[in-house]
């Protein structure tokens, strides 16, 4: 099945955050820190204030009566710390960070004018170099645990007949979405704000709004139904969004504020993170130690973690492991969770590990990783729910005919390119949270279903559209989803691939409820014989009952079941690259992906899921990195031209294989979510081409042509 909102997209009917036009519009242009660490000692507006057209210039210094408490400003998936408060102090803390918000009444002069402020500060020299910063490194209060430690893995190691000890590092990566983050707040006249915000959770944003102005719940409305693009960027609230109700507030009037693609660098990202995995193995190929070290940044303010070392505790069978992960603060934003967060990073350093270990057993690394397949979860020894990654070995190797590959380095040509074939594992946890749904079913037969959830492009307005019409049985175009509104019955924010085992489980149990409704009228009018149920019309039941509307809502959660399994979707990923011998430029060729998700909801959106997932994961391996000047603090990278990623020239042969995994646990779907699973191991099988098709092993992400050459 297509997508329902494709049409909408394509013809220019969909708007987003910044395209709501309403009479009486200001437009907010934000003016950002020029240095990294420091305080503003003076801010001069009077330039700007007297420019024709300027409504109100907004700093620390006038913005006044907001609280002080942390907790005002803890949105839903905040970490520990104490989260950033625009325009609340002289305080900077990361460069480009908001100082002043210039209000007009046109873009063009918003932007005009907040060229003309001119700001003095108190500079610090700032902290940014996460390679010197190590000696503060610490141990931080985690999201998710670490995994306890089993064995003696140092003997253990110490004692193994093979060894691979290496260190790999991984860059800053910012999310880049197509659309810009923005917001349009538009003020009734009794003082309501409705805001339409780029978001991934508008309760999210409804209730950090509410906090931190004092509005009552009803005072204000969050609304985002189309998102372009966010990949976890929009997990939290931005700046932009309180930036533009502060001054709709004020200035008791609509205002819109968006940022520039320059301003997106300002925002959270990917966290550097350099990491160590030690491998100790029995000749034959057994794992007999693994250790895993990671030390990633974080802001001085927050303290942002991943999970970049679990996933080793758990993908592979070994008896001694050891797990540390620490933070280094730094002066830069608090990172975000960006896809895939931490298993992205975290299996990149554990499958390239496992290639290094099958190239000093001169073993086939698909072998290697058959030799030491996990039944059971290591860091919980717990069953999997289901677990099909042997099929996807297998698929996804005879797809890619990765019994033809010569295992030894600079062996196979084309022309004049050195042709290198690598392989890696992906595995990403199947989550399930609480989500609410109402399904309002007519005598017209037309069926609304509706949910707080978002849809950032993964295909969540069709996939819910599939499964209430199935629920139920009525036509696809029948069906409505209705999302992104704060009005809603309550979901979580849209990410950690959950959304369709949470709100598609919620949605489903509400239509159950519907559809026995309907079945009920059916026996009152029919007797026992209407236990054909389904079979009869849902239209002629409620007329012949006299049934205008059956209006039902179900909450659903993880089921306690889950509790005694390990839940997790994997992946096997082929890639192919052709290595220029003179010039060191890499050409992803192809790439095969065997993904076991659970039950795909929609082949056609799923795939698109895992395409996306694979070019990002090629921009991973290859071209993405933000670059910081340490001297300023600042990224240098900050925008379309200089943070490179792939484009469609760099993009070729694609294949995707979804691969048949029932599982009656995760969720009354089935499902166990694909929006992560497709990126994690991407580039660790770019990589691990890399090494076979050159023979020289790059640890620091992106792999340019200068680290091959060098």
Known sequence: MSRVDGRAKVTGKARYAAEYNVPNLAYGHVVGSAIAR?????????????VPGVLHVFTHENVKGLPWFDRSYRDEVAPSGSPFR?????????????IALVVAETFEVARHAAALIRVDYAHKMPQTDFETQWHSAYTPEFRTPLPKARGDAARAFAAAAVHVDAQYRVPVEHHNPMELFGATIVRDEDGRLTVYDKTQGVLNVHGYLCRVFGFAEDELRVVSPFVGGAFGSGLRPQYHVFLAVLAARELKRSVRVSLTRQQMFTLGHRPMTWQRVKLGAAADGTLQALTHEAIAETSQFEDFSEAVVNWSGMLYRCEAAAFDHKLVQLDVNTPVDMRAPGATWGVYALESAMDELAAKLRMDPLELRLKNYAERDGNEDKPFSSKALRECYRQG???FGWGRRNPEPRSMREGTAMVGWGMATGTWE???????ARAVLTADGRLTVSSATGDIGTGTYTVMTQIAADALGVPIEHVTFELGDSRLPAAPVEGGSWTAASVGSAVKAACDKIRERVLDLGRRIDGPSAEAGAAQSVIDVLRRAGVQTIDETATVGPSKKREDYALYSHSAVFAEVKVDEDLGTVKVTRVVSAVAGGRILNPKTARSQILGSIVWGIGMALQEE???????????????????FPVHADVHDIDVIFVEEHDDVVNPLGAKGLGEIGIVGVGAAIANAVYHATGKRVRDLPITLDKLLS
Do not use: C, K, W
């Open 38 to 50: 420091g305080a503003v000692t003076s801010i001069h507006t009077a330039a700007a204030l007297a």
């Open 86 to 98: 625009p325009l609340y102090d002289e305080r900077i803390h990361f460069s480009g960070q908001p």
């Open 397 to 399: 190797a005879e797809r």
């Open 430 to 436: 199947a989550m399930q949270e609480q989500a609410t």
């Open 626 to 644: 933000s670059v910081m000047d340490h001297a300023r603090g600042r990224f240098m990278t900050h925008n379309l031209a200089d943070y490179h």
